[in-house]
């Protein structure tokens, strides 16, 4: 994937084509990307387990290596100047599609098997036990999202043999106006954001584990760790409910960037929940660290 992301970042440089909108190379360069974060901390997951390490190892290759095919599949298409998602033209095209569609159920049952793993395993750190566990199950809900895109639109159903069945963007057609850097429908929902939001869920709240403990020796409350790990599943929660409502506002068909006032309202509850959570987490502290059972 790193190899990968610079091949594609090198496209994006000297090759001119643009395919639904965006340059031809953007979709390898974030697709390489994401999948470099995600098996970079997925390969760190594995670490923490003391037991399961052989099953962990298989669902580990699992995970790589229909990554990997799943990419190779996507930059052929680029090579070709195709359209590797939802491309049923022709029936090359429709079995490339077919084949990425098989390896994306294999890598989502490979990450299923490491998330209850780490459920069912006793992890010494509590904290990032919880931490993983969550982020794991998070990610899991946020790469099924990716299923809710083969859905044929209504404008695909009306059409006999569509070329393209199934759509990144809801309530506007792929291809149009969209946001920087990203590509996100800027007109319309988009799965895309649920679906990139939910995946990367493994990086961050790991990493939020890994900050509150840096902190803990200048910060006395977060010293005890019976306060950070209230924090950590405060944060699993706010993350979460942001997960869904982001789902759901894309189903809905609404810009990111142009919600509505249930949507604002249910963000502001969001917020609201979650800076109360938040405070009753630090309060109540024990004036000096007190250790609290692993699991």
């Not at 070709?80 to 994306?104: E, W, Y």
């Not at 007109?187 to 509150?212: E, K, N, W, Y």
């Given at each position: 994937?790193?190899?990968?992301?610079?091949?594609?970042?090198?496209?994006?440089?000297?090759?001119?084509?643009?395919?639904?909108?965006?340059?031809?190379?953007?979709?390898?360069?974030?697709?390489?990307?994401?999948?470099?974060?995600?098996?970079?901390?997925?390969?760190?997951?594995?670490?923490?387990?003391?037991?399961?390490?052989?099953?962990?190892?298989?669902?580990?290759?699992?995970?790589?290596?229909?990554?990997?095919?799943?990419?190779?599949?996507?930059?052929?298409?680029?090579?070709?100047?195709?359209?590797?998602?939802?491309?049923?033209?022709?029936?090359?095209?429709?079995?490339?599609?077919?084949?990425?569609?098989?390896?994306?159920?294999?890598?989502?049952?490979?990450?299923?098997?490491?998330?209850?793993?780490?459920?069912?395993?006793?992890?010494?750190?509590?904290?990032?036990?919880?931490?993983?566990?969550?982020?794991?199950?998070?990610?899991?809900?946020?790469?099924?999202?990716?299923?809710?895109?083969?859905?044929?639109?209504?404008?695909?159903?009306?059409?006999?043999?569509?070329?393209?069945?199934?759509?990144?963007?809801?309530?506007?057609?792929?291809?149009?106006?969209?946001?920087?850097?990203?590509?996100?429908?800027?007109?319309?929902?988009?799965?895309?954001?649920?679906?990139?939001?939910?995946?990367?869920?493994?990086?961050?709240?790991?990493?939020?584990?890994?900050?509150?403990?840096?902190?803990?020796?200048?910060?006395?409350?977060?010293?005890?760790?019976?306060?950070?790990?209230?924090?950590?599943?405060?944060?699993?929660?706010?993350?979460?409910?942001?997960?869904?409502?982001?789902?759901?506002?894309?189903?809905?068909?609404?810009?990111?960037?142009?919600?509505?006032?249930?949507?604002?309202?249910?963000?502001?509850?969001?917020?609201?929940?979650?800076?109360?959570?938040t405070a009753l987490s630090l309060r109540g502290a024990p004036s000096s660290p007190s250790p609290i059972p692993s699991s």
């Amino acid at each position: 994937m790193g190899v990968l992301t610079l091949v594609s970042a090198i496209g994006l440089a000297v090759d001119g084509r643009v395919l639904v909108g965006v340059p031809i190379w953007s979709k390898p360069f974030k697709f390489s990307v994401s999948f470099l974060a995600y098996a970079l901390s997925l390969a760190w997951v594995l670490t923490l387990l003391p037991k399961g390490r052989r099953v962990a190892w298989w669902a580990g290759t699992v995970v790589a290596v229909t990554g990997a095919g799943e990419m190779a599949l996507i930059t052929l298409q680029v090579i070709r100047g195709k359209q590797s998602h939802f491309n049923q033209a022709t029936p090359f095209d429709n079995a490339v599609f077919q084949i990425m569609g098989g390896t994306v159920v294999v890598l989502w049952l490979g990450a299923l098997t490491i998330a209850i793993l780490l459920l069912r395993t006793r992890i010494l750190d509590l904290t990032m036990a919880w931490a993983v566990r969550l982020s794991s199950l998070i990610a899991l809900a946020g790469a099924a999202v990716g299923f809710l895109m083969v859905r044929p639109t209504p404008e695909q159903l009306a059409q006999d043999n569509a070329p393209v069945v199934g759509a990144h963007a809801v309530g506007v057609p792929d291809g149009g106006p969209s946001l920087p850097l990203t590509g996100w429908a800027e007109t319309g929902g988009d799965l895309r954001i649920p679906h990139f939001f939910g995946m990367h869920a493994l990086q961050l709240l790991p990493l939020l584990v890994l900050t509150l403990a840096a902190l803990a020796p200048r910060f006395a409350r977060l010293a005890d760790e019976r306060v950070r790990l209230r924090l950590t599943l405060t944060a699993s929660a706010v993350y979460t409910a942001t997960f869904a409502l982001l789902t759901w506002q894309a189903l809905r068909g609404q810009a990111l960037l142009a919600p509505d006032g249930v949507t604002l309202a249910a963000a502001g509850a969001i917020a609201a929940l979650g800076t109360t959570a938040t405070a009753l987490s630090l309060r109540g502290a024990p004036s000096s660290p007190s250790p609290i059972p692993s699991s």
